[in-house]
């Protein structure tokens, strides 16, 4: 049974700083890549970053110098450092893990950011 838990979300004021966090069981965790994606209300899902088996990042334009993705194989865990937020940051932030058995998602965790 494969599941990805995301937790860390909330409310921040523009500027502010969030790190979310993903674990995750019932995979063998350091042989996947893994990333964080992010949907609006009534916009399509986005992928935000990613990190490779080896450590290997990218993120989107948007987020580049803002955000920091990063994992710890000990703890099969994923996080999403999330720093100088913006408004349009705001939505359900989501972990994904692609095996060759099926796509997994997590249940989504919330981030909210004022004007």
Known sequence: QVQLVES??????????LRLSCVASGIIFNLNAIGWYRQAPGK?????ARISSGGFTNYMDSVKGRFTISRDNAKN???????????????????NVVTSRNIYWGQ????????
């Open 77 to 95: 865990t994923v996080y999403l450092q999330m720093n100088s937020l913006k408004p349009d940051d705001t939505g359900v932030y989501y972990c």
């Open 108 to 115: 989504g965790t919330q981030v909210t950011v004022s004007s």
């Open 8 to 17: 860390g979300g909330g409310l921040v004021q523009a500027g502010g700083s």
């Open 44 to 48: 399509q899902r986005e992928l935000v």
